[in-house]
């Protein structure tokens, strides 16, 4: 049978109408009074979309974003912005937005309305029982850590940000016993998979799979795999039929923990699209990271996309608003710029139901953490070479080569910088040692990593990217136990995340990386939950160099993460501020 008009089949639809929409209703109401009255295009599509769903009585204020507040405040000519929004009813909704009954205030007469899903400020969740935490008396939680706990409990997707040291692992691993979750998949770096096991093994007798390779195993509760070997169990392939390839989702895991999630936060890597294809067939997911944000806004997108934010409904509008985000043309090709950062608390407002986000400052009494910059000279006449060989590069190449490919050929300037410090490092190190005190030194490069090992070998255990998982445990184990240890040297990606080394008071950067988060992670493998004294940051760099421009601007970096998640104000994007700083020299 031949479809009617929409017009005409909508007013038939409209004029028969008994159901509860007002919107709808207040046009029946129109026909009976007028014969002339039509419907337009948009409100035909909306009859024939939604006449048959049943509204739903909310009877409540709701809260919305200031900007969408602005909006409401400049279309109808109010005195100042609107916070809340009164919903009588939720008449229905699309992907995108909510089509209520109710007005700014109750008093006032009631209409149609869309708001915006990612306008609406989301509740907060408790949970509606009492945790009881006598089972885990031998190691009972401290209070920010049961406040943790209860907001894992109370949501099915999370972001668990608290600031390195807080126990963000130990919390997860109780609400995991407290959930009502029968196998739990746990995703981490490598280096992290040992201390999950230990970290459950103290609360629980379950059986606990550290997964490897390509083995799989038997019926556990608890399976730990690293990021890398992702690839070997799913795949994103359509055309893939391998049952090897499937068993983590057909495994049939109720909760997933992705530790160190930041790891997750670049939509495009292999690594992430896996992840997070498998994390959709999860009906829990509980991410832990304390950097959330690593640099910029757009790395906090995946993240919360995967807790279901409303904020990604449409990726246009979150990289515009927060990312400042614009098109640009390469070619015939329109590319996204979204290294930008713009409405950070609006940002942090809008995500504060789906985020957990405290400092060690705010809820511990943890002695301070004191960050000194050494100020030192470079006299190698091969820096100079290699710095004007690299700018003269740089001119030639101009708009030819991409930030990605310009920072990567400072390699060797920042291991020239890396192997002159050495001699600087070490003065700090034996400064300390004449203290009797233990240090922690951390470094980027291999070559500057073995000559402090040749220095130090009796006095010192490493922990690197060469070494096996056993290993890097032992190298903690003596370093936190052993006292004729008293030199702890990591690789600065390696051994900068999920440990703690709290027998040393003393953090020397041998040079720097260029991820503020990296630091910040390094920094507080010392100042961590358990630490009784003050602990003391190195900074030793050259002030001559390109070193001193890095270390400027990685300070400035860090204030992005603040201002989203407590205060701070945003800096320019690192790698072009770097690129432009040096061209100025």
């Known amino acids: 049978m031949e479809r009617q008009i929409p017009e005409i089949e909508a007013r038939e639809i409209v004029t028969g109408y008994t159901g509860y929409n007002n919107q709808i209703l207040s046009w029946k109401r129109k026909f009976e009074t007028s014969k002339n009255h039509t419907l337009t295009r948009p409100q035909s599509d909306y009859v024939l979309k939604h006449w048959e769903t049943v509204p739903k009585i909310a009877r409540k204020y709701v809260e919305i974003s200031e900007h969408f507040g602005k909006k409401v405040m400049e279309d109808r000519l109010l005195p100042e912005p609107v916070r809340h929004i009164w919903v009588e009813k939720l008449l229905c909704e699309s992907d995108k937005a909510f089509n209520i009954w109710g007005n700014i205030n109750v008093d006032l007469p009631h209409m149609s309305m869309w708001v915006p899903k990612a306008a609406i400020i989301q509740e907060e969740k408790t949970l509606d029982r009492e945790v009881d935490y006598s089972p885990y008396d031998h190691r009972p939680p401290m209070e920010h850590q049961k406040t943790a706990i209860e907001k894992l409990l109370a949501n099915s997707h999370f972001i668990l940000a608290d600031d390195m040291g807080l126990g963000k692992t130990t919390s997860t691993v109780i609400a995991s016993m407290e959930s009502d979750v029968k196998k739990v998949l746990i995703v981490c770096p490598a280096s992290l998979k040992i201390n999950w096991k230990r970290e459950i093994e ?22 730990i795999i690293n990021y890398d070997i992702l690839k070997n169990f799913h795949t994103t392939e359509n055309n893939v039929e391998s049952e090897g390839y499937q068993t ?22 292999q690594r ?28 906090f997108y995946n993240l919360l996309k995967i807790v279901k934010s409303p904020l990604t409904i449409n990726w246009k509008t979150y990289v515009i608003r927060y990312c400042k985000g614009y ?17 950070l608390n609006e ?33 190698s006449s091969f820096y100079d070479d290699e710095l004007t060989e690299f700018l003269k590069i740089t001119e030639e190449q101009k708009t030819k080569e991409s930030i990605t490919v310009t920072l990567n050929r400072l390699m060797r300037l920042r291991q020239l910088i890396a192997i002159d410090k050495v001699e600087h490092t070490c003065e700090l190190i034996d400064n300390v040692l ?5 240090v922690i030194v951390f470094t980027n490069f291999t070559v500057s990593l073995d000559m ?52 040393a008071d003393v953090v020397i950067m041998n040079d720097l990386s260029f991820v503020p988060a990296d630091h910040s992670q390094a920094e507080d493998r010392a100042y961590r939950y358990g630490q009784k004294n003050s602990v003391l940051v190195y900074y030793p760099v050259f002030e001559n160099t390109i070193e001193m421009t890095v270390y400027n601007i990685l300070q400035k970096k860090k204030s992005v993460i603040d201002q989203v998640m407590g205060d701070g104000e945003y800096s320019e994007t690192f790698a072009s501020e770097l690129i432009k700083s040096i061209g100025k020299k």
């Open 202 to 223: 103290f609360y629980t007798k379950e059986e606990v799979l550290i997964v490897e390779g390509r083995k799989w195993g038997a019926q556990y509760k608890y399976y």
């Open 248 to 269: 983590i989702v057909n495994e049939g895991f109720d909760l997933a923990i992705v530790d160190e999630a930041h790891y997750i936060s670049n939509s495009t890597a």
């Open 272 to 299: 992430t699209k896996l992840l997070n294809d498998i994390l959709t067939k999860i009906p829990k997911v509980w991410l832990l990271t304390g950097t959330p944000m690593t640099s910029r806004p757009i790395n």
């Open 327 to 343: 098109q640009f043309r390469v070619g015939g090709r329109k590319i996204w710029n979204t290294s930008g950062a713009s409405n």
């Open 347 to 379: 940002l942090r407002d809008q995500t504060k139901a789906v985020v957990l986000r405290r400092l060690k400052t705010d809820v511990l009494d943890l002695p301070e953490k004191i960050i000194s910059p050494i100020w030192l000279e470079m006299k």
């Open 434 to 438: 004449e203290q009797d005190r233990k």
């Open 452 to 503: 402090l090992r040749e220095k130090y070998k009796k006095k010192c255990v490493v922990l690197d990217g060469r070494m096996s998982k056993d290993g890097r445990q032992q190298a903690v184990d003596r370093f936190q136990n052993d006292p004729k240890v008293k030199i702890f040297i990591g690789n600065i990606k390696a051994a900068g995340v999920g440990i703690t080394l709290t027998a």
